[in-house]
């Protein structure tokens, strides 16, 4: 285990004695109303495109049944169903408040029928081994308590062949967009966060938990530690987001 990954999994929400997963739970019950307007604000739309090129490579991939892990408010989820034809989508996440919004969203959508989303653990998945074709997350692996297990579980419900596609925040390496990028989440980002969420400490652990994660090769070895095979890694937007893939073998 790296010095980094080590980092990334002590970096919690509230800065408390209790386990990560306990405070994530507690930070996205109480930013829930507030996450899917952050989401467009903080990234100025942009993480609509990632999602899509996630949702096209599952879609080629031609995947049925599909996974998509912290699912949020669904919107990931609800962009499988319409793009990449499956026969099911089932969301997961850890937060009650984020879930039940989300499930709104379907609903709205006309979309219940393929889609169901439920609270559950990303470290303990409710499902039998070799269920998916497909598994996504989009913002999440990052609030894992213990990303090797959340990786494992993952391989672990995934059929052989499987496809598993991982959307996570980075950090630019370009001398000319960091210090810009870093000014912006650091700053502004929190800033924003305060005052349309009122949770102090939720928009400020944003910044803190992306650099703290492991990015390109460190995120890619930790997935083939975890059994998982062809991984790979795509930086977009100047590395402020990864796009990355694997297979189960």
């Not at 949020?72 to 937060?95: F, H, Q, W, Y």
């Not at 989440?185 to 305060?194: E, L, Q, V, W, Y």
């Not at 005052?195 to 460190?218: C, F, K, M, N, T």
Request: proline share 5%; net charge positive.
């Amino acid at each position: 285990m790296t010095a980094l990954e080590v980092k990334a999994e002590k970096i919690t929400p509230y800065r408390d004695e209790r386990h990560k997963s306990e405070q994530v739970k507690e930070m996205f019950d109480s930013i829930a109303p507030a996450y899917d307007f952050m989401n467009r604000a903080m990234t100025m739309g942009i993480d609509k495109i990632w999602r899509a090129r996630a949702v096209k490579l599952i879609a080629r991939a031609g995947c049925r049944r599909i996974l998509d892990v912290a699912t949020g408010t669904g919107d990931l989820a609800i962009n499988l169903a319409r793009k990449a034809m499956p026969e099911t989508v089932t969301g997961v996440d850890l937060s009650a408040g984020m879930i039940e919004i989300g499930r709104r969203k379907v609903k709205a959508a006309a979309l219940d029928g393929i889609i169901s989303l439920e609270v559950a653990d990303c470290l303990s998945l409710p499902f039998d081994d070799d269920t998916f074709d497909g598994v996504t997350v989009a913002y999440g692996v990052r609030n894992f308590e213990r990303l090797i297990d959340g990786y494992r579980e993952m391989a672990r419900v995934l059929r052989p062949g499987g496809l598993l596609c991982v959307l996570e925040l980075s950090t630019p390496t370009s001398p000319i967009i960091k210090p810009l990028y870093r000014f912006y989440t650091r700053h502004i980002i929190p800033a924003a966060g305060r005052l349309v969420s009122h949770d102090v400490r939720a928009y400020s652990y944003l910044p803190e938990s992306i650099a703290a994660v492991p990015q390109g090769s460190e995120m890619t070895a930790l997935m083939s530690e975890a059994g998982l095979t062809d991984c790979a890694y795509r930086p977009m937007t100047f590395g402020s987001c990864t796009l990355y893939t694997a297979r189960k073998p």
